[in-house]
């Protein structure tokens, strides 16, 4: 499974932007997912979702302000962000795994976020 993440950019606290993740198939790996790494920490899980849309699981840190979902005719996966905040600042990572209890196991090249103060 080839990712192709695109959409990140740079924004004011309070803004918002859209990542995208294209999958060369859905047929390989059911589940996607968005991580993150922010300067000087580890990679974190951000959300993810699986391809019938009907679940979607959240970090803390980002429910009530993003929105992951799907565009299955595209092999889409889309990050709604709003609500922006400095320490949303990283470079984000989509990444696809087979099953719900599987690891992730593809991964998509990051495309950063800046969010100023």
């Known amino acids: 499974v080839q990712l192709q993440a695109s959409g990140g950019g740079f924004v004011q606290a309070g803004g918002s932007l859209r990542l995208s993740c294209q999958a060369s198939t859905r047929t390989v790996a059911n589940w996607m997912g968005w991580f993150r790494r922010a300067p000087g920490k580890e990679r974190e899980f951000v959300a993810d979702?699986?391809?019938?849309?009907?679940?979607?699981n959240y970090a803390d840190s980002v429910k009530g302000r993003f929105t992951i979902s799907q565009d299955n005719a595209k092999n889409t996966v889309y990050l709604q962000m709003n609500s922006l905040k400095p320490e949303d600042t990283a470079i984000y990572y989509c990444?696809?795994?087979?099953?719900?209890?599987?690891?992730?196991?593809?991964w998509g090249q990051g495309t950063l976020v800046t969010v100023s103060s």
């Open positions: 979702i699986n391809w019938s849309g009907g679940l979607r």
């Open positions: 990444a696809a795994r087979r099953g719900r209890s599987a690891q992730y196991e593809y």
